[in-house]
């Protein structure tokens, strides 16, 4: 026994070549983010994602460089079960990955599978003290997963709605009249909304990234680290409150057109000033030195730990290319028996009074990436006022994501909109077509708007796998899966009627018009 009580383990070899393992789990990774890059090209917010992985690695190998004498274990079992199990999960999330891309839930799901199977390997090397070292720099890699819908969007419009108040306020300091409709500020020479006065979230998500990567960088304290979170946020937010207020700022003075002028360049200014805050926080945090465990480390005491074995490491590589072939077999095979997908168009009412389209600005089609879109108000015979839109996305890689990340709930407040009543599904039969549609009050000012609004996919079954909020729960996704359905087009139709003073009236009214321009 040796003198500080390891146990050394047959078959191990601490010279055993490290690469095989970097090479297993850099394959594993990359599973995880061909699965999100969706999500860091068509969401803004989640565009520093693609240096994410990057920025993990470099903190691995910097702790790699310190890493501390590793403790040999007595068996292997404990790791090939683990592993075994993790990598078996592994392939139910990418076969519900590829049939529901926008389910966020999934993509932290498989983040989580690959920090456990990342830091089962680093245990298995190095006993609990590399369990530890390592720890932050493989858990880094979550700051990249896009948070959970229903977490994300309060979280947006109450940040949204903050900034819109403080602007108002400073606004009326400086002697410019401003009133706040929802997410919308009203000044003299028009509306500017939230949109166009900031980057939502944008900005605080890549500041926390930087924030988390550079309190593990400078190697800090606990609480040094938490004081450099809240600050980076806090210098995020107040970037994005004087962004909005620039913006309005030079709206009233120059009218609401100037925004187009300077958004992007703000915008920029704003993300450059929030790392700049970064950066000064941790200069003013200043350490001396590293943490006290580290900085007593000698680097001549460092011992490499063992590697996994070969046997594992082939079975893990094979099994991942098992995962992607298999997932791919489903599909194709499934899709090879569709019959040809149901679809409907709608006849516009160009025939009533005052009716005319209405453009998409340059921000909603950015954002959108639609291939095919329509809206246009006008009223009826009652003097009632209509609006329609109508949006298409092609079958793709990111019709789903595009499609399902604005709908009323997030669009219309955003507008200056205040929901009022979520009145649930109004599956709605028109002319053979089964839409889902969801009914919605909103409030814009004094006027009230009942919203109908129906996403709908272009899949096989349509009628049964519907793609409305309430229809997205476990089950539907699964029986998705069964029947492999994935890459589906999708089409959203948004019919709003105002002046009328019952929902059920509005809705009455809705399923006469939608009879007469629904076109199977």
């Known amino acids: 026994m040796s003198a500080s009580g390891e146990v050394p383990v047959e078959g191990r070899s601490e010279s055993a070549p ?43 190998s910097e702790r790699w460089k310190r890493r501390p004498p590793a403790q040999a274990l007595g068996s292997r079992r404990g790791f090939a079960a683990v592993v075994i199990v993790l990598a078996f999960l592994l392939f139910p999330v990418r076969l519900m990955q590829e049939s529901a891309p926008d389910w966020r ?44 819908v229903p977490l994300e969007q309060p979280l947006v419009q109450l940040l949204m ?27 003299a020479t028009g509306k500017v909304g939230v949109e166009e006065a900031c980057s939502g979230v944008r900005s605080l998500q890549t500041t926390l990234m930087i924030a988390l990567f550079m309190g593990e960088l400078l190697r ?32 009233a003075k120059s009218g609401t057109e100037a925004v187009a002028k300077w958004h992007d360049n703000v915008g920029m200014a704003v993300l450059f000033g929030s790392l700049i805050g970064v950066g000064i926080l941790c200069a003013l945090l200043n350490p001396k030195r590293a943490d006290t465990e580290e900085a007593s480390l000698d680097p001549g005491l460092l011992r490499a730990g063992a590697p996994p074995g070969k046997g594992i490491l082939i079975a893990l590589a094979t ?30 009412p160009t025939a009533q ?32 006022r209509w609006a329609m839109v109508l949006i298409r996305w092609a079958p793709g890689r990111t019709s789903v994501q595009l499609a399902r990340s604005h709908g009323p709930e997030v669009c219309l407040p955003a507008g200056g909109a205040v ?7 109004r599956p709605m ?32 079954d349509a009628s049964r796998l519907q793609s409305t909020a309430e229809e997205l729960n476990i089950s539907s996704r699964l029986e998705a899966v069964r029947k492999g359905v994935r890459n589906a087009g999708q089409q959203a139709i948004e019919v709003v009627v105002s002046d009328i003073a019952r929902p059920e009236q509005a809705e009455a009214e809705v399923r006469r018009f939608l009879e007469k321009s629904i076109q199977p």
């Not at 490290?18 to 999100?36: E, M, Y």
């Not at 606004?171 to 009133?179: C, K, N, Y």
């Not at 791919?328 to 569709?338: D, G, H, Q, S, T």
């Not at 929901?419 to 599904?425: E, Q, R």
């Open 429 to 460: 039969r028109i002319n053979g077509v089964d839409l889902p549609i969801h009914a919605y009050t909103f409030r814009a000012g004094e006027q009230v708007l009942h919203v109908f609004y129906c996403l709908w996919e272009q899949r096989p």
């Open 105 to 148: 839930l999934l993509g932290w799901a498989m983040g989580g599978i690959c920090v456990a199977i990342t830091l089962a390997a680093v245990y298995f090397a190095g006993g609990r003290g590399w369990l530890r070292h390592f720890a932050f720099s493989v858990a880094f890699f979550l700051v990249a997963v896009p948070w959970p």
């Open 161 to 187: 709605r903050s900034v819109t108040q403080i602007c108002v306020e400073a606004l009326s300091w400086g002697g410019i009249p401003a009133i706040q409709s929802g997410n919308v500020i009203q000044i």
């Open 18 to 60: 490290w690469w095989p393992v970097f090479a297993v789990l850099g394959v594993l990774w990359l599973l995880a983010v061909r699965q999100l890059r969706y999500e860091w090209t068509i969401n803004p917010q989640y565009t520093f994602g693609w240096a994410v992985p990057f920025l993990a690695a470099y903190l691995f």
């Open 419 to 425: 929901m009022t009543a979520d009145l649930g599904l």
């Open 319 to 348: 099994w991942f290319v098992v995962i992607e072939i298999g997932t791919e077999a489903w599909f194709r095979v499934a899709e090879a028996r569709f019959p040809k997908s149901a679809e409907w168009t709608v006849r516009w």
């Open 220 to 251: 800090f304290g606990v609480i040094r680290r938490i004081v450099l979170l809240v600050g980076g946020l806090l210098v995020a937010f107040v970037c994005n409150a004087s962004r909005a207020y620039f913006l309005v700022w030079v709206s």
């Open 353 to 384: 009074k005052g009716f005319r389209d209405v453009e998409f600005s340059d921000v909603t089609r950015n954002i959108l990436k639609y291939t095919d879109a329509r809206s246009a108000v006008w009223a009826d015979e009652q003097n009632r």
